[in-house]
């Protein structure tokens, strides 16, 4: 019988994989708080959109 499986890894290797995840999961991290970060620029967007006030009275421009 033999054995399939493959040879064992280097420390090396281990550290390249592990390497490896820690850029993925920091890609991943960063990504998503990309995302949250415009959605709550956007959310701001609309809120100010929203809240446009009307110019206050007495503060006309008349060129007097």
Request: aromatic share 0%.
């Amino acid at each position: 019988m033999t054995d399939s499986s493959p040879p064992p890894l280097t420390k090396a290797e281990k550290a390249e994989i592990a390497r490896q995840e820690r850029l993925a999961r920091e890609a991943a991290a960063l990504r998503a708080n990309l995302r949250r970060r415009k959605q709550q620029s956007r959310a701001r967007a609309d809120t100010a959109a929203d809240e446009t006030p009307a110019p206050a009275a007495g503060t006309t421009n008349s060129g007097s």
